[in-house]
C-alpha cells in the first residue's frame, strides 16, 4: 500500500552536515527523512521557493522534454530501503500507457515538485525506515555507553564543552 506525502521542508543534518528532505504524510502524523546531496537539495529547494534560475536546470529539462514528448507523471514512489539507500520510481504515463523509470528519491522529488504530481512512499519503506531509525539508535547509545565507561581521568580534561 501507498501513503500520500508532501514535502514538508529541507533541513540539514546537524552531525553529517547533509541536507535532509522531511516528507510528511497528508492524512496523518508519518514523517520521512530522506538524506539527499547538496545538489539534490538545492534544485528542490529552488523549486519550493519558486526561484528562476537564468538557465534551466536538469529537472526543468526533463520537465521540458516530457511535455514536449505529451507524456505526464502520473505519481513519484520512494518504493524501497535497501541497506540504507532509498530507491524510487517515476510513473509515466504516454498514450495511455503506464511507464515506470527507476530513480533517485531526490530527482523523483525535485520532477514532482515541477510537475506538481503527487508524492507516495511504500508503507513498507515507512516501516523498514522506522525500524533502521531504532536499531542504529540502539547502536549508537552502546557505542557511546562504552566509550563512557572507557573514559579515564586523562581523557576527561581534553575534550571541551
Do not use: Q
Request: charged letters at 30%; hydrophobic letters at 45%.
Amino acid at each position: 500500500m501507498e501513503v500520500e506525502m508532501k514535502i514538508r521542508g529541507l533541513m540539514m543534518d546537524p552531525v553529517t552536515n547533509m541536507p535532509i528532505v522531511i516528507l510528511k504524510d497528508v492524512s496523518g502524523n508519518s514523517v520521512l527523512p530522506i538524506w539527499v546531496g547538496i545538489y539534490e537539495a538545492n534544485a528542490i529547494a529552488l523549486e519550493i521557493e519558486k526561484v528562476a534560475t537564468p538557465r534551466p536546470m536538469t529537472h526543468d529539462l526533463i520537465k521540458s522534454l516530457l511535455l514536449g514528448l505529451n507524456t505526464g507523471v502520473r505519481k513519484v514512489v520512494v518504493n524501497e530501503l535497501k541497506e540504507e539507500t532509498f530507491y524510487a520510481l517515476i510513473w509515466l504515463e504516454r498514450d495511455g500507457e503506464l511507464i515506470s523509470v527507476d530513480s533517485r528519491p531526490s530527482d523523483a522529488l525535485a520532477l514532482a515538485l515541477r510537475l506538481d504530481c503527487p508524492i507516495f512512499v511504500d508503507d513498507t519503506v515507512l516501516k523498514s525506515s522506522k525500524l533502521a531509525a531504532s536499531v542504529s539508535d540502539k547502536e549508537n547509545e552502546k557505542e557511546l555507553r562504552r566509550w563512557l565507561e572507557n573514559l579515564n581521568d586523562e581523557d576527561m580534561g581534553r575534550y571541551k564543552m
